[in-house]
């Protein structure tokens, strides 16, 4: 079976502050592929990132940067220098090669950024 | 515009309506998903289009809920004799090519569905 765990319901940070959000999961596959998504308010998705399940390097996206380790099988996301327009609720989601489409998702992180 | 269009943006029913909610998804996007989202979680997942066929319709709760995309694009889900149960926000995706490879699905604002 396959599963996303955030165990991080809720954070709250200061602006300027550096804030990371968890992910873990399960999966049998071998390929397979990591997403995180953001919700504003608004409450359409937007994408942040993907990654394959055979490319462990890290990435770097100006204020965003993910560390994907497979050993440990997490995937965390981390915002430098949070933003008040960081705010929102954050979903890791995972899906397998082949898949038809079926996104797993966490059950969320919502990241309250204070001024 | 050019994202993915949902109607109705809020739907308030009663027990034991129908009801449909409909997706046009971004122009040329063969795929299209349909999840659904529960206050304080994530989307799951319903159904997936590939074209005007369902090639996975393993997320759909039981029979009272249906979905078509009869021309290949815009599709249309329907809930029969609804409970307050299905109250969520129902969410439609698309992306462009098959989903068995790692292409990036685009979301819709969602329909909020409110069963009285």
């Known amino acids: 079976a396959q599963k996303v765990t955030q165990a991080q319901t809720e954070i709250s940070v200061v602006e300027k502050e550096d804030v990371t959000l968890d992910c873990v999961y399960e999966?049998?596959?071998?390929?397979?592929?990591l997403f995180w998504y953001k919700q504003p308010p608004s409450g359409e998705l937007v994408f942040l990132i993907r990654?394959?399940?055979?490319?462990?390097q890290n990435e770097i996206s100006g204020r965003y940067s993910w560390n994907f380790q497979k050993s440990t099988s997490s995937f965390n996301f981390t915002i430098t220098a949070s933003q008040v327009v960081d705010s929102a609720v954050y979903f890791c989601?995972?899906?397998?090669?082949?898949?038809?489409?079926?996104?797993?998702f966490g059950q969320g992180t919502t990241l309250q950024v204070k001024p | 515009g050019a994202g993915v269009s949902q109607t109705p943006s809020n739907k308030v029913t009663e027990k034991g309506k129908y009801v449909e909610l409909r997706c046009d998804p971004i122009?040329?996007?063969?795929?299209l998903y349909w999840y659904r989202q529960s206050l304080g979680q994530g989307p799951e997942f319903l159904i997936y289009?590939?074209?005007?066929?369902?090639?996975?319709d393993s997320g759909l709760p039981n029979d009272r809920f249906f979905a078509v995309r009869p021309e290949g694009s815009v599709s249309t889900l329907k809930i029969q004799r609804t409970e307050r149960g299905d109250s969520a926000v129902y969410l439609c995706?698309?992306?462009?090519?098959?989903?068995?490879?790692?292409?990036?699905?685009?979301f819709g604002e969602g329909s909020r569905l409110t069963v009285l």
């Open positions: 122009s040329g996007h063969t795929a």
């Open positions: 989601a995972l899906r397998g090669y082949g898949n038809t489409g079926k996104l797993i």
């Open positions: 995706a698309s992306s462009l090519t098959l989903a068995g490879g790692p292409e990036e699905l685009f």
């Open positions: 999966t049998r596959d071998t390929t397979y592929y």
């Open positions: 990654r394959n399940s055979f490319d462990e």
């Open positions: 289009f590939q074209g005007t066929g369902a090639a996975d």
